[in-house]
Protein backbone atom coordinates (compact mmCIF):
# COMPACT_ATOMS: atom_id res chain seq x y z
CA UNK A 1 0.00 0.00 0.00
CA UNK A 2 1.33 3.53 -1.08
CA UNK A 3 2.24 6.12 1.45
CA UNK A 4 0.90 9.71 0.79
CA UNK A 5 4.01 11.89 1.63
CA UNK A 6 4.05 14.23 4.69
CA UNK A 7 2.28 17.03 5.29
CA UNK A 8 2.84 20.09 7.77
CA UNK A 9 1.64 19.03 11.10
CA UNK A 10 0.63 23.20 11.49
CA UNK A 11 -1.55 23.21 8.25
CA UNK A 12 -2.53 19.60 9.53
CA UNK A 13 -3.54 21.00 12.85
CA UNK A 14 -5.11 23.73 11.35
CA UNK A 15 -7.63 21.92 8.62
CA UNK A 16 -8.66 19.27 11.26
CA UNK A 17 -11.20 22.20 12.78
CA UNK A 18 -13.18 22.73 9.27
CA UNK A 19 -16.65 22.08 10.33
CA UNK A 20 -16.17 21.91 13.57
CA UNK A 21 -18.42 24.26 16.55
CA UNK A 22 -14.93 24.68 18.47
CA UNK A 23 -16.93 26.02 21.57
CA UNK A 24 -19.11 23.24 22.00
CA UNK A 25 -17.16 20.54 23.61
CA UNK A 26 -19.40 17.46 24.44
CA UNK A 27 -16.70 15.51 26.18
CA UNK A 28 -13.20 14.55 26.67
CA UNK A 29 -10.72 11.17 26.90
CA UNK A 30 -7.89 12.14 28.85
CA UNK A 31 -4.91 9.74 28.24
CA UNK A 32 -3.60 9.94 31.91
CA UNK A 33 -7.01 8.76 32.82
CA UNK A 34 -6.46 5.66 31.00
CA UNK A 35 -4.13 3.71 33.04
CA UNK A 36 -6.75 1.47 34.65
CA UNK A 37 -6.07 -2.03 35.87
CA UNK A 38 -5.88 -4.81 33.25
CA UNK A 39 -9.32 -6.48 32.91
CA UNK A 40 -9.26 -10.67 32.27
CA UNK A 41 -10.88 -10.06 29.48
CA UNK A 42 -7.85 -10.01 27.05
CA UNK A 43 -7.95 -8.41 23.58
CA UNK A 44 -6.74 -11.49 21.19
CA UNK A 45 -7.39 -12.35 17.50
CA UNK A 46 -7.88 -15.83 18.21
CA UNK A 47 -10.89 -16.31 18.15
CA UNK A 48 -10.67 -15.34 13.87
CA UNK A 49 -13.27 -13.45 12.10
CA UNK A 50 -16.25 -13.22 9.66
CA UNK A 51 -15.78 -11.61 6.23
CA UNK A 52 -18.47 -9.63 6.51
CA UNK A 53 -18.63 -8.20 2.52
CA UNK A 54 -15.60 -7.22 0.26
CA UNK A 55 -15.70 -4.80 -3.24
CA UNK A 56 -13.28 -3.55 -5.51
CA UNK A 57 -12.81 -0.23 -6.73
CA UNK A 58 -12.53 0.22 -10.81
CA UNK A 59 -10.47 2.57 -12.01
CA UNK A 60 -12.60 5.49 -12.93
CA UNK A 61 -14.50 5.36 -9.55
CA UNK A 62 -17.16 2.60 -9.73
CA UNK A 63 -17.44 -0.23 -7.47
CA UNK A 64 -18.03 -3.78 -8.12
CA UNK A 65 -20.02 -6.05 -5.56
CA UNK A 66 -18.67 -8.69 -4.94
CA UNK A 67 -14.74 -7.81 -5.21
CA UNK A 68 -11.63 -10.11 -5.47
CA UNK A 69 -8.14 -10.21 -4.22
CA UNK A 70 -5.69 -9.80 -7.12
CA UNK A 71 -3.00 -12.21 -6.33
CA UNK A 72 0.91 -12.24 -5.90
CA UNK A 73 3.07 -12.39 -8.47
CA UNK A 74 7.23 -12.97 -8.74
CA UNK A 75 9.17 -11.04 -10.31
CA UNK A 76 12.48 -11.12 -12.03
CA UNK A 77 15.02 -8.93 -9.77
CA UNK A 78 16.88 -6.77 -10.25
CA UNK A 79 13.96 -4.31 -11.75
CA UNK A 80 13.63 -0.71 -12.13
CA UNK A 81 10.52 1.20 -11.80
CA UNK A 82 9.57 4.67 -12.77
CA UNK A 83 8.77 7.00 -9.97
CA UNK A 84 5.09 8.05 -9.64
CA UNK A 85 4.12 11.49 -9.32
CA UNK A 86 0.47 11.66 -8.54
CA UNK A 87 -1.25 14.05 -6.53
CA UNK A 88 -4.79 13.21 -6.36
CA UNK A 89 -7.99 15.28 -4.26
CA UNK A 90 -9.79 13.24 -2.26
CA UNK A 91 -12.85 12.72 -3.09
CA UNK A 92 -15.02 11.24 -0.64
CA UNK A 93 -18.69 9.86 -1.20
CA UNK A 94 -21.56 11.28 0.57
CA UNK A 95 -22.25 8.56 2.82
CA UNK A 96 -18.73 7.31 3.69
CA UNK A 97 -19.87 3.65 4.65
CA UNK A 98 -21.80 2.99 1.49
CA UNK A 99 -20.07 1.36 -0.61
CA UNK A 100 -19.45 -1.03 2.22
CA UNK A 101 -22.97 -1.55 2.97
CA UNK A 102 -23.66 -2.10 -0.88
CA UNK A 103 -21.59 -5.02 -0.45
CA UNK A 104 -23.34 -6.45 2.54
CA UNK A 105 -26.51 -6.28 0.60
CA UNK A 106 -25.00 -8.03 -2.24
CA UNK A 107 -23.23 -10.50 -0.16
CA UNK A 108 -25.63 -10.62 3.28
CA UNK A 109 -28.48 -9.05 3.18
CA UNK A 110 -30.19 -10.80 5.72
CA UNK A 111 -27.42 -9.85 7.86
CA UNK A 112 -28.12 -7.00 10.93
CA UNK A 113 -26.02 -5.16 12.97
CA UNK A 114 -27.76 -4.54 16.14
CA UNK A 115 -25.18 -6.31 18.18
CA UNK A 116 -22.83 -4.73 16.76
CA UNK A 117 -20.83 -2.24 18.82
CA UNK A 118 -18.14 -0.27 16.90
CA UNK A 119 -18.33 0.09 12.62
CA UNK A 120 -14.98 1.70 11.73
CA UNK A 121 -11.94 2.21 9.24
CA UNK A 122 -8.54 0.39 10.00
CA UNK A 123 -7.11 3.24 10.13
CA UNK A 124 -9.37 4.91 12.88
CA UNK A 125 -8.08 1.74 15.31
CA UNK A 126 -4.31 3.00 14.19
CA UNK A 127 -5.12 6.67 15.06
CA UNK A 128 -6.31 5.52 18.69
CA UNK A 129 -3.88 2.95 18.95
CA UNK A 130 -1.14 5.51 18.73
CA UNK A 131 -2.84 8.21 21.02
CA UNK A 132 -3.57 4.98 23.84
CA UNK A 133 0.20 4.31 22.97
CA UNK A 134 1.32 7.87 24.70
CA UNK A 135 3.55 8.47 21.35
CA UNK A 136 0.88 9.74 18.85
CA UNK A 137 3.02 12.11 16.47
CA UNK A 138 0.14 12.99 14.24
CA UNK A 139 -2.89 15.23 14.67
CA UNK A 140 -6.33 13.56 13.62
CA UNK A 141 -10.22 14.28 13.82
CA UNK A 142 -12.53 11.34 13.26
CA UNK A 143 -16.06 11.92 12.90
CA UNK A 144 -18.74 10.12 15.06
CA UNK A 145 -22.36 8.88 14.60
CA UNK A 146 -24.47 6.92 16.62
CA UNK A 147 -27.07 3.64 15.08
CA UNK A 148 -29.12 2.51 18.03
CA UNK A 149 -25.94 1.09 19.97
CA UNK A 150 -23.46 1.11 16.96
CA UNK A 151 -20.93 3.80 16.88
CA UNK A 152 -19.70 4.58 13.64
CA UNK A 153 -16.17 5.95 13.23
CA UNK A 154 -14.90 7.62 9.92
CA UNK A 155 -11.33 8.98 9.44
CA UNK A 156 -11.02 12.47 7.89
CA UNK A 157 -8.29 13.94 5.87
CA UNK A 158 -8.83 16.95 3.88
CA UNK A 159 -5.36 16.89 2.39
CA UNK A 160 -5.03 15.28 -1.40
CA UNK A 161 -3.03 12.02 -1.91
CA UNK A 162 0.50 13.22 -2.81
CA UNK A 163 2.17 9.66 -4.18
CA UNK A 164 6.22 10.67 -5.15
CA UNK A 165 7.54 7.03 -4.43
CA UNK A 166 7.29 3.55 -5.63
CA UNK A 167 4.70 1.91 -3.60
CA UNK A 168 1.76 2.52 -5.99
CA UNK A 169 4.20 1.38 -9.15
CA UNK A 170 5.43 -1.64 -6.94
CA UNK A 171 1.87 -2.86 -6.35
CA UNK A 172 1.47 -2.81 -10.19
CA UNK A 173 3.88 -4.68 -11.07
CA UNK A 174 3.79 -7.46 -8.44
CA UNK A 175 0.19 -8.54 -8.67
CA UNK A 176 -2.66 -9.35 -10.90
CA UNK A 177 -6.13 -9.27 -10.86
CA UNK A 178 -8.88 -11.42 -12.73
CA UNK A 179 -9.67 -10.62 -16.05
CA UNK A 180 -13.08 -10.17 -14.65
CA UNK A 181 -11.70 -7.47 -12.51
CA UNK A 182 -8.80 -6.57 -14.54
CA UNK A 183 -9.49 -2.80 -14.18
CA UNK A 184 -9.90 -2.76 -10.53
CA UNK A 185 -7.94 -0.06 -8.64
CA UNK A 186 -7.94 -1.95 -5.18
CA UNK A 187 -10.03 -3.89 -2.81
CA UNK A 188 -11.48 -3.81 0.04
CA UNK A 189 -13.39 -5.74 2.89
CA UNK A 190 -15.34 -5.48 5.76
CA UNK A 191 -14.03 -7.87 8.50
CA UNK A 192 -15.88 -9.18 11.95
CA UNK A 193 -14.09 -9.64 15.03
CA UNK A 194 -14.52 -9.03 18.78
CA UNK A 195 -11.83 -6.25 20.23
CA UNK A 196 -12.11 -7.51 23.72
CA UNK A 197 -16.00 -7.15 24.58
CA UNK A 198 -16.49 -5.10 22.35
CA UNK A 199 -17.86 -6.82 18.33
CA UNK A 200 -16.62 -4.82 15.97
CA UNK A 201 -16.58 -4.21 12.05
CA UNK A 202 -13.44 -3.17 10.46
CA UNK A 203 -13.19 -1.86 6.69
CA UNK A 204 -9.80 -2.10 5.40
CA UNK A 205 -7.86 -2.11 2.26
CA UNK A 206 -6.01 -5.27 1.17
CA UNK A 207 -3.58 -4.94 -1.35
CA UNK A 208 -2.54 -8.74 -2.81
CA UNK A 209 -3.15 -12.53 -1.90
CA UNK A 210 -0.27 -14.64 -1.49
CA UNK A 211 -0.43 -18.64 -1.48
CA UNK A 212 2.05 -20.09 0.48
CA UNK A 213 3.59 -22.30 -1.16
CA UNK A 214 4.55 -24.61 1.20
CA UNK A 215 0.86 -24.77 2.59
CA UNK A 216 -2.07 -25.97 0.58
CA UNK A 217 -4.35 -23.10 -0.01
CA UNK A 218 -8.42 -22.72 1.57
CA UNK A 219 -10.77 -23.27 -0.82
CA UNK A 220 -13.00 -20.28 -1.98
CA UNK A 221 -15.59 -22.37 -2.92
CA UNK A 222 -17.29 -22.08 0.80
CA UNK A 223 -21.12 -23.97 0.92
CA UNK A 224 -22.60 -24.61 4.16
CA UNK A 225 -26.44 -24.66 6.21
CA UNK A 226 -24.45 -22.44 8.95
CA UNK A 227 -24.39 -18.97 7.80
CA UNK A 228 -22.45 -18.07 10.31
CA UNK A 229 -19.99 -20.67 10.06
CA UNK A 230 -20.03 -20.06 5.99
CA UNK A 231 -18.83 -16.28 7.56
CA UNK A 232 -16.34 -17.05 9.77
CA UNK A 233 -15.43 -20.06 7.26
CA UNK A 234 -14.67 -17.18 4.38
CA UNK A 235 -13.18 -14.63 6.90
CA UNK A 236 -10.45 -17.59 7.07
CA UNK A 237 -9.81 -18.11 3.78
CA UNK A 238 -9.68 -14.30 2.79
CA UNK A 239 -6.98 -13.58 5.72
CA UNK A 240 -5.22 -16.75 5.64
CA UNK A 241 -4.06 -15.32 2.03
CA UNK A 242 -4.24 -11.49 2.46
CA UNK A 243 -0.93 -9.61 2.31
CA UNK A 244 0.24 -6.03 2.69
CA UNK A 245 2.66 -4.78 0.28
CA UNK A 246 5.71 -2.81 1.01
CA UNK A 247 8.40 -1.04 -0.94
CA UNK A 248 11.31 1.23 0.86
CA UNK A 249 14.43 2.45 0.56
CA UNK A 250 15.93 1.28 3.68
CA UNK A 251 15.07 -1.38 5.90
CA UNK A 252 11.32 -1.37 7.25
CA UNK A 253 10.63 -3.41 10.56
CA UNK A 254 7.72 -5.77 10.75
CA UNK A 255 6.98 -4.76 14.29
CA UNK A 256 6.11 -0.92 12.46
CA UNK A 257 3.87 -2.43 10.49
CA UNK A 258 1.96 -4.70 12.94
CA UNK A 259 -0.70 -2.52 13.80
CA UNK A 260 -2.35 -1.62 10.24
CA UNK A 261 -1.35 -5.73 10.07
CA UNK A 262 -2.98 -6.80 13.58
CA UNK A 263 -6.07 -4.43 12.73
CA UNK A 264 -6.54 -5.85 9.19
CA UNK A 265 -6.04 -9.12 10.24
CA UNK A 266 -3.33 -9.41 7.24
CA UNK A 267 -1.55 -12.66 7.31
CA UNK A 268 1.61 -11.48 5.26
CA UNK A 269 3.70 -8.61 4.74
CA UNK A 270 5.91 -8.16 1.21
CA UNK A 271 8.62 -5.74 1.76
CA UNK A 272 9.98 -4.78 -1.66
CA UNK A 273 13.67 -3.03 -1.36
CA UNK A 274 15.17 -0.57 -3.60
CA UNK A 275 17.83 2.14 -4.90
CA UNK A 276 16.57 4.76 -6.36
CA UNK A 277 13.53 2.93 -8.07
CA UNK A 278 15.61 -0.40 -8.52
CA UNK A 279 14.37 -3.39 -6.60
CA UNK A 280 16.88 -5.56 -5.53
CA UNK A 281 15.43 -8.04 -2.84
CA UNK A 282 11.74 -8.55 -1.83
CA UNK A 283 11.14 -10.37 1.33
CA UNK A 284 8.15 -12.04 2.29
CA UNK A 285 7.14 -12.74 5.92
CA UNK A 286 4.21 -14.36 7.51
CA UNK A 287 3.56 -11.89 9.96
CA UNK A 288 0.50 -13.73 11.02
CA UNK A 289 2.58 -16.14 13.15
CA UNK A 290 3.47 -13.01 15.04
CA UNK A 291 -0.42 -12.37 16.04
CA UNK A 292 -0.23 -13.68 19.46
CA UNK A 293 3.07 -12.15 20.28
CA UNK A 294 2.34 -8.87 19.51
CA UNK A 295 -0.83 -8.08 21.23
CA UNK A 296 0.86 -10.21 24.55
CA UNK A 297 3.50 -7.05 24.45
CA UNK A 298 0.95 -4.78 23.68
CA UNK A 299 -2.02 -5.84 25.56
CA UNK A 300 -1.88 -2.45 28.03
CA UNK A 301 -2.64 -0.29 24.61
CA UNK A 302 -5.21 -2.71 22.82
CA UNK A 303 -7.19 -2.46 26.91
CA UNK A 304 -7.11 1.51 26.73
CA UNK A 305 -8.17 1.23 23.10
CA UNK A 306 -10.97 -0.62 24.19
CA UNK A 307 -11.63 2.12 26.88
CA UNK A 308 -11.61 5.19 24.11
CA UNK A 309 -13.92 3.50 22.59
CA UNK A 310 -16.87 2.82 24.79
CA UNK A 311 -16.10 6.43 25.62
CA UNK A 312 -16.42 7.64 22.35
CA UNK A 313 -19.76 5.51 22.19
CA UNK A 314 -20.70 6.72 25.46
CA UNK A 315 -19.80 10.70 24.52
CA UNK A 316 -21.32 10.36 21.49
CA UNK A 317 -24.97 8.93 22.69
CA UNK A 318 -24.80 11.70 25.33
CA UNK A 319 -24.52 14.34 23.04
CA UNK A 320 -27.65 13.19 20.70
CA UNK A 321 -26.04 10.41 18.52
CA UNK A 322 -24.96 12.50 15.74
CA UNK A 323 -23.18 15.01 14.20
CA UNK A 324 -19.67 14.79 16.42
CA UNK A 325 -16.04 14.72 16.25
CA UNK A 326 -13.23 13.81 18.19
CA UNK A 327 -9.76 15.54 17.44
CA UNK A 328 -6.39 15.24 19.20
CA UNK A 329 -3.77 17.88 18.50
CA UNK A 330 -0.32 16.90 18.89
CA UNK A 331 0.82 20.33 19.55
CA UNK A 332 -1.32 20.67 22.57
CA UNK A 333 0.11 20.59 26.18
CA UNK A 334 -2.97 18.52 27.81
CA UNK A 335 -2.50 15.01 25.84
CA UNK A 336 -6.62 14.85 25.11
CA UNK A 337 -8.92 13.78 22.59
CA UNK A 338 -12.23 16.58 22.28
CA UNK A 339 -15.26 15.71 21.09
CA UNK A 340 -17.01 18.69 19.57
CA UNK A 341 -20.43 19.20 17.52
CA UNK A 342 -20.12 19.25 14.01
CA UNK A 343 -21.06 22.59 12.37
CA UNK A 344 -21.41 20.62 9.18
CA UNK A 345 -23.92 17.77 9.00
CA UNK A 346 -22.78 14.46 8.48
CA UNK A 347 -23.94 10.97 7.94
CA UNK A 348 -22.08 7.54 7.06
CA UNK A 349 -24.81 5.61 5.62
CA UNK A 350 -27.96 6.49 3.83
CA UNK A 351 -31.15 6.23 5.54
CA UNK A 352 -32.68 3.13 3.88
CA UNK A 353 -29.27 1.47 5.16
CA UNK A 354 -30.41 2.18 8.44
CA UNK A 355 -33.57 1.04 7.88
CA UNK A 356 -31.97 -2.50 6.42
CA UNK A 357 -30.09 -3.49 8.59
CA UNK A 358 -30.62 -2.23 12.25
CA UNK A 359 -33.92 -3.22 13.70
CA UNK A 360 -35.60 -0.40 15.46
Known sequence: MPHASKVDKTSQDTSIWRGICRRQVVGTISASELDLPLSADKVTSSQGCDLICNYNLRIGGEFWFPGCLPEWKEIPLPITLKRSERTT??????????P???????????????????????????????????????????????????LLIESYNPHPFVDKGFGRVFENVCRSYPTRRVE???????????????????????????????????????RTKNKNEAMRRAGLNH??????????????????????????????????????????????????????????????????????????????????GGQCAAIFEQRSKSREIKVFRRAEKWQAIPEPFILKFWDS
Open 89 to 98: DREWPRYSFE
Open 239 to 320: QSTAAELKSTASSISQSKCMPQLWFGRTSWLIRGTHSNGTFHDVSITNAGASFNEWEEENQTELQRLVMVLKQLRAITRDSG
Open 184 to 222: SSSHYCALRYPLGELSCVVRCEVDASYNDPEKPSWTSNI
Open 100 to 150: MFQAVEEMNAQLKFNDVDIICNRNCLRSLLRFCCMDSSQSFQVNLQLVYNT
